[in-house]
């Protein structure tokens, strides 16, 4: 089945580790994001690729990195950088006009 | 900075009623409008999307635009429990990548 796949669907951290978040895509979509979920702030945009090797910050990319080596995959890595991480994470593509969503991952700092 | 405003909720009509969803945005050159809908701990999901040239019906949902006063509705017919959820509204503008808004609870009672 075609779809976005995002693991681990629940992650727990330990303040001062990076964490990484994966993302694969089978829907041959070129463009890839990485949303911010928290309670009563709507999605926030953290990183974006329209290409392959190719990506843009968003509107709150401190704390975060990304890669995009492959066309299928889109990691997001939190970093100890990033002070309040505990959120809803959601990975989406694109196609045409359209943005679909994978089905999230959570993060918790312990 | 390109806004998009949707009153939080919750809204709630009893069952078979008609639900409408408002979403007002502030980028008067937006083209694209998107409804998505969200259960509590689930991803966002495509309800549907409407064109600056035309409203659009899909069931018992509609989508209505006003340009005139920039604001986009969706309106659900026949309300369901299973209507119940958060409902965001997107807008798009060409390209770009679209702002979404904080979402509007709904619930259906029965």
């Known amino acids: 089945d075609g779809g976005i796949t995002q693991s681990p669907k629940y992650l727990f951290r330990k303040e001062g580790q990076n964490v990484t978040l994966s993302c694969e895509q089978n829907?041959?979509?070129?463009?890839m994001y990485w949303y911010r979920q928290d309670p009563g702030q709507g999605l926030r945009l953290i990183y974006y690729?329209?290409?392959?090797?190719?990506?843009q910050k968003g509107d709150i990319a401190e704390g975060y990195s990304v890669s995009r080596e492959k066309k299928e995959s889109f990691p997001l890595t939190v970093t100890s950088a990033q002070k309040n991480p505990t959120a809803f994470y959601l990975c989406?593509?694109?196609?045409?006009?359209?943005?679909?969503f994978g089905e999230g991952s959570w993060l918790t700092v312990v | 900075q390109k806004e998009v405003e949707q009153n939080s909720g919750p809204l709630s009509v009893p069952e078979g009623a008609i639900a409408s969803l408002n979403c007002t945005y502030s980028d008067r050159g937006s083209q694209s409008f998107f409804w998505y809908r969200q259960y509590s701990g689930k991803s966002p999901e495509l309800i549907m999307f409407?064109?600056?040239?035309g409203d659009k019906e899909d069931g018992r949902f509609t989508a209505q635009l006003n340009k005139a006063s920039q604001y986009v509705s969706l309106l659900i017919r026949d309300s369901q429990p299973s209507d119940s959820a958060t409902y965001l509204c997107?807008?798009?503008?060409?390209?770009?990548?679209?702002?979404f808004g904080r979402g509007t609870s709904l619930i259906v009672h029965p």
């Open positions: 989406a593509s694109k196609t045409g006009n359209t943005i679909y």
């Open positions: 409407i064109y600056s040239n």
């Open positions: 997107a807008v798009k503008r060409g390209s770009y990548i679209p702002t």
């Open positions: 690729s329209q290409i392959v090797n190719d990506f």
């Open positions: 829907l041959n979509h070129d463009a």
